[in-house]
């Protein structure tokens, strides 16, 4: 079927099949390999994409569900003309990534959270990644980045 | 000594592209053209295979090609110890899981069917999946050979004079959990034959040089026909040491004129990948009344699975750690890795050394409590020190930073001694609080076998500087911090270095990313390569200055003679001045640690020039109604020698406690049972509390900077450390990992029975 939607904020409009999960049309489809499959069940969210602005598993949605929608993966979260979004700046800052196949989706995971709560407390930070799995950092410096994030966007009078 | 790149806190190599989507992971790699591989394995846990029928899979539409074991060209066997493992099984399986067929598809769905389409008989065999049954005279043998894997022996002193010379004598049995690595990206990678028809195999991996090794072995072709070049890593843990898709790779890609590409899915990854090794210790510890320690004896079983993999590093590791970092004078320790019917059990995290840490703590925590001595003055009244004598008779003339981390967690544990005992009077009815304690040691580098590192750098005629190194770089920090200490040997911005890492036609052999050994012998090998360059560097800026060599100051990229800094010529001055185009400087450096190997029958030698020490001290929380444990905080000290870089230092830190609470608590995999995320749960950002990392730097002479290892060692002591807290908090001693959910409220409900009678 053919399925229109916002991509990164530019139209796209492919065939595809109605079922196709939505992690394979980004990655195979239209080569965005920055969205990553770790579990394929919805139990990690490595392949968390923003839908709408909300944190959506790419791994259990399928294309027809994109129909209509605006939807951003980690390679269309800077502005352009910046090279990193401040969230990506405060990763890099705090050293929040070891091997960095959870970051994606924890940076996009971490854009919905100070949209809807500019200054989370490291409380709230943890509950709001807690369906992002990472098992190399124990978390703390990406807690670290969150907060840094945090502050960075505020200075800045953005919201994530 | 003042160092400008190494201690410094600099970005790490490779972050900008990780933040960004564009790292690529062997998942990422586009191959046009490439078929799809995937493995059918066995049903049943062991069996005779009676006939592979493939004819009807081979007629699936887009499947290309079948192979099985007759395929394999060379020997169809590997492992990273004891070779025991086939790529194909064609006789007989071991676990459920064991691979039988290989099929190259043109997509996912053809290669399903096709394995859908196979007919395989098995005749089932009776199977063993408890490693002491699987010792009985009348169990299946599992391998020819029995199944007794190996067996390690340590005898120092006279044990059993030591016990009677003992005022208190503890003897308990522990028990550890089966583990799942759990690395967030599964086995991946893809493969295809170059033009002068090398197997090139683009793979996630730890250990690309043993992974070459093993594949030239299976394909029965000279080393050159391979290359392997390892992607971005996801995580390996251990797990990526042994070859996974590899084998399937390389087979696929040396029959057919075709890429080919496999991945696990995150069932495979479980069902297929080595596991951490379960271990039933008895432990038996004596002291004096006056808190010295006098004889510890240990009876070690790990069950190491089907296969060997690293079974008998892990039986070894456990067996010469077994004290802990404690003077014992009188030890003698009995370690079997035993085969079973069972996921095979492998490297993971320590081997070894985390599961032996439970047995040797909870001991020392309840020697102390029955002498009356505080955990923290018990361990310092034992701690190793300069000149103490290891289990296996090793002398430690250095590094020895044991009792600098017990002193540094002190007033922590002061602290949160203080912090429970407000919490319990202020907290809700059926929680209770407690701190425990935990120390460790940890050699860094194989045990008792040489296992050098080597490296080049390498400066060209425009003054590019290029370090090589085989070493991978598995999310740990190993490229940075290479690049770090040759930036700082070469007196160079660390921006400045180029790195080309992990490819075995590009590199040689760094040893693989385990055993906490990349800072340690690979950032000794880049040091020396370094020292090299800098030695010719000098030679050449002296000659452009008309100075001699010893009177040439090199410093921040620039070169000057003595007191003449103004004027200082850059590094690509000199080079320009000094070299012609092709010419380039070169730079080799090579680390071996010394080691001896043990003696079979005493377990006598050295088996690491050097150990990590940590410290650790962790409050937790118990809900003795749901059974749920907590950890609140949790302060970990621990010498690494020198924190080449302290960020990674304290990442590994983070890293390990938070493994180490999913270790403690509740990770547990059931062999033939746990298949997903679903059901095998790992820490989230909720489980893990706010850590406290504290760097204690007691430097290592043979070290790069005087650094040592801590990627392991950060793990080690938290298991322990929370059963000791529980302790604290409810009286009991839980002598078995995870104290998950069932086990505390066990516990609850025998401690109500008990008090029901009285
Ligand atoms: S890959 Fe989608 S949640 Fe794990
Ligand atoms: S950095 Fe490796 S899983 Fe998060």
Partial sequence: ?160 | MITKVVGKRVERVGILDKVTGKAKYGADLEIPNALILKVYRSPVPHGIVRKIDTSEAAGVDGVVRIFTAKDIPGENLYGIINKDQPVLTGEKVRFEGDPIVLVAAEDEESADRALAALRVEIDELPAVFDPNEALKPEAPSIHEKGNLLFERKIVKGDVEKGFTASDIVIEETYETNMLEHAYIEPEVGVAYRDEDGCVVVLVTTQNPHSDHAQLVSILGVEPEKVRVIQTETGGGFGGKLDISVQPFLALAAYHLDRPVRMVYSREESFQATAKRHPLKIRMKTGATRDGKLTAMKAEIIADTGAYGSYGIAVATRAAVHATGPYEVPNVYVESKAVYTNNNWSGAMRGFGVPQIAVAHESQMDKLAESLGFDPITFRMMNAFTTGSVTPTGQTLNASVGIRETLKKIRPYYEQLLREADATQLSGLTGMKYGVGVASMWYGIGNTGHPNPSSAQIEVDHEGNVTLFTGAADIGQGSDTVLVQIAAETLGLPFDKIHLVRADTTLTTDAGATSASRQTYISGRAVYEAALEVRKQLVERAAKVFKVPANLMVCEGGFFFPQYREFQKLSLTDIIRRSLVPGEVIRGEGYFNPETTSLDPETGQGVPYTTYAFASQVSLVEVDLVTGQVGVVKTISAHDVGKAVNPANVEGQIFSGVAMGIGMGLFEQFYPRKTKSLDTYLIPTAMDVPEITPVIVEVPEPTGPFGAKGVGEPALIPTAPAILNAIHHATGWWVNRIPADLETIRGLTSADEMEKSKS
């Fill in chain 1, 1 to 160: 079927m053919k399925i229109s939607f916002t991509l990164n904020g530019k139209p796209v409009s492919c065939d595809l099949p109605s079922n196709r999960r939505v992690v394979d049309v980004l990655r195979e489809d239209l080569g965005l390999m920055g969205t990553k499959e770790a579990c394929g069940t919805g139990e990690c969210g490595a392949c968390t994409i923003l839908v709408d602005g909300i944190p959506r598993l790419s791994c259990l949605m399928l294309a027809a569900q994109l129909e209509g929608r605006d939807v951003t993966t980690i390679e269309g979260l800077s502005k352009s003309g910046e090279t990193l979004h401040p969230i990506q700046q405060a990763f890099v800052e705090a050293g929040a990534v070891q091997c960095g196949f959870c970051t994606p989706g924890m940076v996009l995971a971490t854009t919905h959270l100070l949209s809807e709560n500019p200054r989370p407390t490291r409380e709230e930070i943890r509950e709001a990644l807690s369906g992002n799995i990472c098992r190399c950092t124990g978390y703390q410096k990406i807690v670290d980045a969150v907060e840094l994030a945090a502050e960075k966007l505020t200075e800045k009078g953005e919201t994530a």
